[in-house]
């Protein structure tokens, strides 16, 4: 079967692409099926025209076009579409129900069912009311746009792909048969080597985050209560926010008088290695919102997959990955003694912390391997069962 995954923007700097489709397609390609990758690199153009393999997928960025105003828009969608046509695949797969990639799906819609392509819509955001509409600093008639998009694209797809159940059951609400929605997670692709364990990391404690996901205030007293009871407990900060949040947590941090027992190291994703080696265990706050409920969290699994235990509230997606008191130990969403309570309690026994990191590994190889999921992503393009 010949695959085009067609998104909204490049591998990077955002996430999608580089940690869902991407390796979604390696797994389909190693079943055999022929994948192309279709992006538009407006946000990195020095992209524009490249063209590689990254294993055995083949990865392209269309050629830009001048920035005129909103015709720009339309010429990149147009040339999104024409390209992911010749040669004809079997299955078009967008990712995101928005911009251009949404586009593209508008477009290709407009062809005669019998001269074109099955059409997969993907999500793994909400982008409407209550979702990423509210966070974004997007205009009115963008949010309108974003909106009417995603509804459209649920609902004109021959099928659809879906990272979270909460996710699966909004695209359910808009009328869609359920026979046309498919679950698939993130997933995690196999390791080599894990993380060597450092011996500093008996009671560091990591936060890898893009921050907006929960209030800051919260973390601080997470880390205060926690240093009471065990005093030399350090928190290591890993990630940048979206809005600049990680200046926040260290100012906050500052004013409470736990400056001195925060590192943070930023986003330097060539030693995310060296920082997980550090953890005795993460921790991972997530509020209870729409959009979190919503999402799939790639940094949980790479967490779970490097054998660090953590502890999260468990909201939304977070309750489907971790198995509380097997792979992981969960608290509800907001209850900050009960979190501190469990970080403690893992500071304190590490026999405890490696046996739960090692069922995090097996649990996420067995449930959550791209190589298992991809078999439901093949359900969506139509293929038969074996």
């Not at 099926?33 to 538009?40: D, G, S």
């Not at 993907?122 to 998009?149: C, V």
């Not at 953890?279 to 919102?289: E, G, K, N, R, S």
């Amino acid at each position: 079967m010949h695959i085009v995954m067609v998104g909204p923007f490049g591998l990077y700097p955002r996430g999608t692409m580089s940690v869902r489709a991407l390796p979604m397609a390696r797994a389909l390609a190693a079943r055999g099926h022929t994948v192309t990758v279709l992006l538009p690199p407006w946000q990195n153009p020095e992209d524009e025209g490249r063209r590689w393999e990254e294993g055995n997928v083949t990865v392209e960025n269309i050629t830009l076009p001048l920035r005129l105003p909103f015709l720009f828009h339309i010429l990149v969608a147009l040339r999104l579409a024409r390209r992911a046509l010749s040669p004809p695949p079997d299955v078009v797969h967008c990712f995101k129900p928005k911009a251009y990639s949404g586009l593209v799906h508008w477009l290709l819609a407009r062809l005669p069912r019998a001269h074109r392509p099955r059409l997969v819509v993907d999500s793994d955001d909400w982008e409407g009311p209550g979702g990423w509409n509210e966070l974004a600093e997007y205009t009115a008639a963008q949010r309108a746009f974003f909106a009417w998009q995603e509804r459209w694209g649920f609902t004109h797809a021959d099928s659809v792909t879906v990272a979270s159940r909460t996710l699966q059951s909004l695209v359910w609400t808009l009328g869609v048969e359920p026979a046309r929605v498919f679950y698939v997670p993130n997933g995690t692709e196999p390791r080599t080597t894990g993380p060597e364990r450092s011996p500093a990391r008996t009671h560091t404690i990591l936060l890898y985050t893009r921050f907006f996901e929960f209030p800051i205030s919260r973390v601080v007293e997470l880390v205060r209560r926690v240093r009471q009871r065990v005093g030399n407990a350090h928190l290591l900060v890993v990630g940048e926010g979206l809005f600049g949040e990680e200046r926040k947590l260290l100012t906050q941090l500052r004013r409470a008088g736990l400056e001195e027992v925060v590192t943070y190291a930023g986003w330097e994703s060539e030693r995310l290695a060296d920082h997980m080696a550090q953890a005795a265990l993460a921790i991972y706050p997530f509020d209870d919102t729409l959009v979190n409920r919503t999402k799939c969290p790639v940094k949980l699994l790479e967490l779970m997959a490097a054998g660090i235990p953590v502890v999260a509230e468990g909201v939304g997606e977070i309750r489907e990955v971790i198995r509380h008191g097997e792979n992981g130990l969960l608290v509800e969403p907001g209850d900050v003694e009960a979190f501190a309570q469990a970080v403690v309690r893992l500071l304190k026994d590490a026999a405890l912390r490696e046996g739960m990191g090692q069922a995090a590994v097996r649990d996420l190889q067995a449930r959550r391997s791209w190589s298992r999921l991809v078999e439901e992503v093949e359900r969506a393009y139509g293929v038969p069962a074996p």
